[in-house]
């Protein structure tokens, strides 16, 4: 028992370990600068989504007009 | 705007695709690591190319039944939209594989030598390549009716090749790329966790409703063309 008790630790452990180890952008996540990256993409979404609606807006008035 | 209530809704599913998906807990994966994201992005291009051509598809088949002009334009907008989002999955999928893929104990050029072989890579350009003859078919016909005849034919046969090209084959075959022989690359529960789904399923139908928003403006555009041609 006590070896089975032993051996799950240490399989916990070396799961925990790995998953520590990895390495991911936390230091991005901590200093806030993934804010900067969502600023830039959301903006380039903006762009889009408002050239597609004035697009929309232009083909209804054209359609409109006939 | 007509009928704008579908176009809100994709836009806000992608605004927060954008921001959750850069925020949100993503399982501590050592070799794709902070690209897992790639995910809410690479993925859904694939999804939302395959929803399109589903409806350009349906339109073929409407067209073919009823003989009405309308069906024919919408199909191939359709099919132009969904051979688009095709083009930029593979495009982002070119870059997530060189940064996830190469193998650092070979050299770049081994390296790929075996992506190369990638059955999903191979399948999915069979397939692109399939509706890219679709386009160079329809443009190659002048008369009006029989090119909408023959090119609806024929996206009949470039949807049924979608399912040896993309749904099958690439899934018998082992490959680095997930969901090869051990189930689907999009869908597999295993894959991802149950934190990014939630932002996973929003994210493909927020892709999806931009897609079709494309589409239809170009289908009214290209009646207001036509009508100004029959004038």
Redesign the interface.
């Known amino acids: 028992m006590k070896k089975m008790i032993s051996i799950l630790a240490l399989l916990l452990f070396t799961f925990f370990a790995n998953a520590q180890d990895v390495k991911m952008a936390d230091a991005m996540k901590e200093n806030g600068k993934i804010y900067v990256v969502i600023a830039v993409i959301l903006t380039i979404l903006a762009g889009l989504v408002l050239y597609l609606v004035r697009l929309d807006r232009k083909i209804s008035k054209l359609e409109k007009n006939k | 705007?007509?009928k704008s209530w579908w176009?809100i809704l994709g836009?806000l599913l992608?605004?927060y695709t954008?921001?959750a998906g850069?925020?949100i807990e993503?399982p501590?994966?050592?070799q794709l690591?902070?690209t897992i994201r790639n995910l809410f992005f690479h993925v859904c291009m694939w999804f939302g190319m395959m929803i399109l051509f589903i409806v350009s598809f349906v339109r073929a088949i409407m067209y073919l039944r009823t003989n009405k002009h309308i069906h024919d334009i919408a199909s191939r907008q359709y099919a132009g939209v969904g051979i688009l989002f095709g083009v930029l999955g593979y495009l982002t999928g070119a870059i997530w594989m060189s940064y996830t893929w190469i193998d650092s104990n070979k050299s770049v050029f081994n390296s790929f030598d075996t992506i190369a072989r990638e059955p999903k890579l191979i399948g999915a350009a069979i397939a692109l390549l399939v509706y890219a003859a679709y386009l160079v078919l329809r443009d190659s016909i002048q008369d009006m009716d029989k090119r909408a005849r023959i090119s609806a034919v024929y996206n009949i046969f470039a949807f049924a090749m979608l399912f040896p090209s993309i749904w099958i084959i690439p899934r018998l075959l082992d490959s680095l790329h997930p969901g090869g022989s051990e189930g689907n690359p999009a869908l597999d529960p295993g894959s991802a966790s149950a934190n990014m789904r939630l932002v996973f399923y929003p994210a493909i139908a927020g892709w999806t409703l931009?897609g079709v928003?494309?589409a239809t403006?170009k289908i009214?555009?290209k009646i207001?063309y036509e009508?100004k041609l029959s004038q």
Do not use: T
């Open positions: 705007m007509r176009k836009v992608l605004v954008f921001i850069l925020l993503v501590r994966n050592p690591q902070e931009i928003w494309i403006l009214r555009m207001l009508q």
